[in-house]
């Protein structure tokens, strides 16, 4: 298994994380770290900074931003992008998170792809079907 921390703005990593907890359970792979309203960019860095340290028994270490290009995700990559065992994903879902949780730890850039790949498959569009009548029989038979 990888280790993970999901960043966020607000509450949104805790929120995905819950869900992941109602159906799947607990893990102890997983650490949340969300910036909030205010908070000062050098306290962000050390609490991502924290959650790695507190995974040090992973092999790997995967960050799943809310965003490319936002303040957690720009951040992390500042604060630990530098480690060989680190990758950070922009783009944090249900379905990337629980792939994230557990992906195997031996093979990191192989766990991104299968992460990457989980969490676009699971982005779809409802296409309501329209039932046309007209070329059906109409005499009851």
């Known amino acids: 298994m990888n280790g993970v921390i999901a960043v966020s703005h607000a509450s949104l990593a805790s929120g995905v994380y819950s869900a992941v907890k109602m159906i799947a359970g607990e893990f102890e792979n997983v650490r949340i770290v969300e910036f909030k309203e205010n908070d000062p960019l050098d306290g962000f860095d050390e609490k991502i900074k924290e959650a790695y340290k507190s995974l040090e028994a992973y092999k790997n270490v ?3 931003a809310d965003l ?17 065992n ?4 922009g783009g944090l879902n249900f379905a990337s998170l629980y792939q994230a949780i557990n992906s195997d730890g031996d093979d990191i850039d192989l766990s991104i792809k299968e992460i990457l790949e989980i ?17 059906e029989d109409t005499d009851g038979i």
């Not at 680190?86 to 994903?89: G, L, M, P, T």
């Not at 969490?119 to 070329?135: H, M, R, T, V």
Request: no cysteine; aromatic share 4%; net charge negative.
């Open 68 to 84: 490319a290009g936002g303040t957690p995700f720009n951040r992390s990559v500042m604060s630990l992008g530098d480690k060989e």
């Open 86 to 89: 680190v990758r950070v994903i």
């Open 119 to 135: 969490g676009k498959e699971s982005l779809i569009a409802y296409e309501a079907k329209i039932n046309d009548d007209s070329n």
């Open 62 to 64: 995967i960050i799943l």
